[in-house]
């Protein structure tokens, strides 16, 4: 049995494997807990991850229908006050009234499953259906968004799985646009679906889980009749590691893969990359790992 035969592929794993193939491998295969920090700005972090999460909270409270003058009469730090007022602007300009926030939908693709977790799904009178997705960490320009997992994922599980917005039909890949919203700066990215586009997005994500279930299907470890597959996270790696050895410095898996203790910075990170998904850390497991 293949140890991926039952795996939800979200787009946060499949972009830990584009960027580490070990690092999918060590944190969705062996399910390694492994004690380091992300980046070495442990307060800078948390405090970012904190109010991010916070603003989704009060868009979200807004999408249900909560009117804005009570959310904003809540807000106490400055800067978010300044993404809320960016955000009411800019929502009642660009957004329709219909809206459907945090929605997880799951597709089929060759076999397999793809789930997305949508923080915004809008559509319009004319029937066209938006994906919005809220960012409050560092601007992004097109060009590095376009690559990312998320681009390619979202619209395709909605083209897939998204008939009920469409009143039980399909929607057509050309009526769905996925638009990053940055809170920093106040901007919008936006990517138009087609259908070209949609068949390249599947061949591409249908390649890629095929290249991941060779690797598992070829490299498991050997076991007898009576004996349960081997789980010592110490043993040999099939999955190769990165190399652009510039991520190994925002991945809790460092010093597991030799590649160095401290963490770096997050003034180390280039503007066109983002720090890795939390790997969230069971301390009461911690005894389990071999120093």
Not at 49 to 76: D, Y
Not at 126 to 146: F, H, M, N, Q, Y
Not at 220 to 228: D, I, K
Request: net charge negative; charged share 25%.
């Amino acid at each position: 049995m293949n140890p991926l035969d039952e795996f939800i592929f979200s787009q946060s794993a499949l972009q830990d494997y584009v960027d580490c193939p070990r690092r999918f491998e060590l944190r969705y295969l062996r399910e390694v807990k492994w004690p380091a920090l992300e980046t070495q700005s442990v307060i800078e972090f948390e405090e970012a991850m904190q109010r991010g999460q916070e603003f989704h909270h009060l868009l979200h409270q807004h999408a249900l229908g909560v009117p804005a003058k009570v959310i904003e009469a809540t807000i106490r730090d400055a800067e978010m006050r300044l993404w809320w007022d960016a955000y009411v602007v800019w929502q009642a300009e660009r957004l329709p009234v219909e809206r459907h926030p945090e929605i997880t939908m799951t597709a089929a693709i060759g076999g397999r499953l793809l789930m997305a977790k949508y923080d915004l799904i809008a559509r319009t009178a004319e029937g066209e259906i938006l994906i919005v997705d809220w960012k409050t960490g560092r601007s992004k320009r097109p060009g590095a968004l376009a690559s990312r997992m998320q681009t390619l994922v979202y619209p395709f599980v909605l083209a897939r799985a998204g008939d009920w917005l469409n009143d039980g039909a399909p929607i057509p890949p050309d009526r769905i646009r996925m638009i990053y919203w940055f809170a920093e700066d106040a901007r919008a990215v936006e990517f138009t679906i087609n259908a070209e586009k949609l068949a390249a997005d599947e061949l591409r994500l249908t390649k890629m889980l095929d290249e991941l279930f060779a690797w598992t299907t070829d490299n498991q470890q050997p076991t007898t009749s009576n004996q349960q597959p081997a789980t010592d996270n110490r043993q040999p790696f099939a999955f190769p590691m990165t190399e652009v050895e510039r991520r190994c410095g925002f991945c809790v898996y460092r010093s597991l893969c030799n590649r160095g203790e401290a963490a770096s910075g997050l003034e180390a990170l280039e503007e066109e990359e983002e720090l890795p998904a939390p790997v969230t850390l069971d301390l009461d497991a911690l005894e389990e790992i071999a120093f």
